[in-house]
């Protein structure tokens, strides 16, 4: 079988890239070991960073229908008394930023809907194959499939690895993976019961005895989560559970009727040495493994997807192949980042129980300022830099109709915005690229300035920026050398 690419692991990174792919329309075969779907609900927020993404997936909508807001958790004491916390940072939408807090979607219905949205665009995760091994050479890679009616070799120009954890292909590549044992394992579950309100996340005790069960939005379960010794045997019967949730809660009103799935996992925070080797790429937990806290794991993923998704479309229409090598150059340092940060709300969930998340872990403030490809020939004092996010902005079409920011975005090209510009554009139309002129008789209109404030643009400024919704180059030059050679070498 002969395909561009090959995506190892239908989880949510290889699910993104696919959707990505597909609506590129790029070759592409997404095969996963297992035989059905994920069923748990493991990662269930979803940062505003990347509902963004989702909303130029076509799939945010739909989530954000299914889904729902983070309750406030309760914190019980032991007389019985309980104090109201909200745990997550919510702001109203502004028009910069549509989605101001975090969305609650258990893991198998995010990727539901994202296997929804590949269906929509013609495509299926092949279940019950399992990559085996591969080799790579100047023109591509030839991997074997395991499938339960034999092997087969799958020929592509490039395989990605978004293989979990465990990573196959991370470890067949021989890619270093250091880090540390956190010295905590836990349990998580999805259950069905009786006894609790749906209206908050219960909490009882704190450090090793603590427990937690929270309503998951768009089911009628709740998630346990709690922590449990390093090593030994754990419970994981439904009478075992339900034994556990007495014990830690000291109540008896608290009915568990069915375990729908459930979790036994030791944390750890490592990341590979190199998310690129030759025509071989990792994503998601192949190349970063981290604990839960702060919500980070599964968003990273999509965002690493996001990034690669794009470039490899690019390179195999004929841009410059050291894009891809801005892979690793803007993903990795964003996941050393993160590793950082949810160790240590680890330890401040561990030592204070304090179990608040904020604006940085919506991710909104991540961007790729130190990239090669982040080109600024603007003042130093400018409010937006090259390599920040492009934010979003409403305007208006010629014709009187709402246009944002963030719906250009949509179409997956690189958008150029040349607002207030004295001269016609200068350079030449070409696929993959959208010239928009921005000005009160042009065809984008900023009748609120939402676009001059957000961008900081003065009359012949020109933003250009990239698929994923960065900004690449911010000049005031449309002849710029930078900017040129940018469109010349990478659309
Ligand atoms: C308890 C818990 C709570 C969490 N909470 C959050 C949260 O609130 N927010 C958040 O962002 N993240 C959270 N996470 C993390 C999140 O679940 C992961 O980061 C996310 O699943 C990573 O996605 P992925 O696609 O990279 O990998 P996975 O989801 O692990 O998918 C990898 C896929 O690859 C397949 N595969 C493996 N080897 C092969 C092979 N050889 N051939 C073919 N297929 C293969 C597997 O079957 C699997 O389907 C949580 C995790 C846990 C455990």
Redesign the pocket.
Known sequence: MDTDILI?????????LAVDLARRHIPFVL????AT??AG???????PR?LEIFEALDVADRMIAAGGRYPAQRHYAADGGYRDEATVAATAATPTEPYGEPLMLP?HLT?SMLRTRLAELGHVPRYG????GFEQDDGGVTAR?TTADGEVDVRARYLV?????????RKALDIGFPGESLNAR?V?ADLALTGLTREVWHRWGSGAKQISLCPLQGTDLFQL?MPVPLNGQVDLSDAGLAAVIAERSGRTDIVVQAVHWC?D?AMSARLADRYRVGRVFI?????H??P?T?????????Q??WNLGWKLAAVLRGADDALLDTYEEERREIAADMLGMSTRLLDAARQRGDLRRGREQQQLDLGYPASSLSLDERGDDAPLRAGYRAPDAPCVGAGGQAVRMFSLLRSGDWIMLRYEPATAPVIAPRAGLRIVTVGEHAELRDHHGHLRDAYGFAAGDIALVRPDGYLAVLTHDEQSPALTACVEKLI
Do not use: M, W
């Open positions: 190892c692991g239908a989880g949510a990174a290889g699910l993104t095969i996963d070991q297992a779907p994920f609900s493991r990662g269930k927020g979803i940062q990347t893991q990727e194959h399992t990559l085996s499939v690895g978004a293989d979990g954890g465990r990573s196959f292909v836990a998580v989560q979790s996992y994503a998601g937990d192949a190349a493994v981290h839960p702060g919500g980070q794991g599964l968003n990273t993923s999509v690493d997807a």
